[in-house]
């Protein structure tokens, strides 16, 4: 086998499947890292309310401090469920992008192997020609 054909098997595996792999492996753990940053994040916030609220609940002593503490629990159940309803629309939206972007990776990938099969052929031809 020639220096040449080794080169362009070498070639041909890394456009068609080292690249593409490493390609796809780098939208994962870019993925993963987003939506860990994501769960780190809200895991913070919901332990802030948490201990927001026993902290006001430790705070009440008489009958007014108990309506103001079921006041303010309504307005922390508010807006706990739009933190909720706003992290679920970012996961949604990331999921959404790796989606787009790994089917990206895979009509690049599944173009370079036909381009990479047609030239294939096309020397696999000029080779026969040549030899008879």
């Known amino acids: 086998m020639s220096n040449e054909t080794v ?3 070498q070639n041909q595996f890394e456009s068609t ?3 593409p792999a ?8 870019n993925h993963f890292e987003q ?3 994501l769960q780190f994040e809200a895991a913070r916030a919901y332990s802030e309310a948490g201990v927001q609220q026993m902290r006001a609940a430790l705070a009440v002593k008489t009958p007014s401090d108990v309506q103001a ?3 303010n629990q309504q307005q922390a159940a508010k807006e706990i469920g739009e933190r909720i309803k706003g992290d679920v629309e970012k996961v949604a939206s990331l999921n959404q992008a790796f989606a787009k972007d790994a089917q990206k990776v895979t009509e690049d ?3 370079q192997v036909s381009t990479s099969a047609e030239e294939g052929i096309k020397q696999t031809s000029k080779a026969a020609a040549k030899s008879k």
């Open 109 to 111: 990938s599944a173009e």
């Open 7 to 9: 080169n362009q098997i």
């Open 17 to 19: 499947i080292a690249g």
């Open 69 to 71: 503490y079921v006041q």
């Open 22 to 29: 490493r390609t796809y492996a780098s939208l994962v753990v």
């Open 35 to 37: 939506l860990a940053n």
